[in-house]
């Protein structure tokens, strides 16, 4: 990408004014409204994607796909996006937004060849802005991820875990009798990725998440120096990209015995 550092410098200055401007005020001051799948949305995740999508052509001209599109607006999107797509999740945590709940974050990312080059996270309730280019290292406010860099062995770690989007089997194996010594789940993935990449959770476990969901706190982990795969393939970037599970953690032993229990109990 040509002048690849003014073009995230200009995606942080853009998502901290969609935060400013769009996010922040309608906190805790709007009405939940339903999509057809069932989950919700507001007028703010309306109004900062509108403005993402404006403003991230002027940034880099490329193809754009946001949550709040029809289903059939983001295929087709993802389809033309080959060369450059601009993934954006305006409110990822918008259950959250609504319950004044501050775990939620903005996510942008770009992608090219279906995987993530670049990709900007921020919680603008705790001010956290993590971002990423391919091959140049993952920062929190300017900090090198990761923060924590202690390992603790698998059963004194603590995982984040989406129980709801593992099959019922799995789910009640892991709550029944889990491998690690604590769990917690805060249902914003975007974040979820990004403290795992910071270190604060050890495990990473999601059972299926859409492009907008990983693509910028993927790259964030991986360029933290993360590990991750599929429940059934190694190679992280295979398979659907609408149904994406994950299995990750930072440390590479610690990854490998992860992944080896969550393979062994599905």
Not at 42 to 57: K, M
Not at 87 to 112: E, H, K, R
Not at 152 to 166: F, M
Request: net charge negative; glycine share 8%; charged share 20%.
């Amino acid at each position: 990408m040509a002048n690849s550092l003014k073009m995230l410098d200009s995606v942080i200055t853009l998502v901290r004014k969609v935060s400013r401007q769009e996010i922040m005020p309608r906190y805790n001051q709007v009405a939940r409204q339903i999509k057809a799948d069932g989950s919700c949305f507001t007028e703010a995740d309306v109004a900062a994607q509108a403005v993402l999508l404006r403003e991230l052509q002027n940034i880099y001209p490329a193809a754009i796909m946001g949550e709040e599109m029809s289903e059939q607006e983001q295929h087709e999107q993802w389809r033309a996006g080959d060369a450059g797509l601009w993934s954006v999740d305006p409110i990822d945590g918008t259950s959250n937004f609504l319950n004044g709940l501050p775990y939620f974050a903005v996510s942008v990312a770009l992608m090219q060849g279906g995987k993530s080059v670049l990709g900007v996270v921020y919680n603008p309730v705790s001010d956290e802005m993590f971002y990423a280019e391919k091959g140049k290292g993952a920062y929190l406010n300017g900090l090198a991820l990761p923060i924590k860099k202690t390992v603790p062995p698998l059963s004194n770690a603590i995982a984040n875990v989406d129980l709801k989007r593992l099959d019922r089997k799995m789910a009640e194996r892991i709550a029944g009798n889990p491998p690690y010594a604590s769990q917690r789940n805060y249902g914003a993935c975007a974040l979820e990725w990004c403290y795992t990449a910071a270190g604060y959770f050890d495990l990473y476990l999601h059972g299926g998440q859409k492009p907008w969901d990983y693509a910028a706190g993927c790259l964030i982990l991986e360029e933290a120096g993360g590990h991750m795969c599929g429940f059934s393939q190694d190679d992280y970037w295979g398979g659907s990209p609408w149904q994406r599970s994950v299995i990750a953690a930072l440390d590479p032993v610690l990854f490998s015995q992860w992944r080896d229990w969550v393979r062994a109990h599905q």
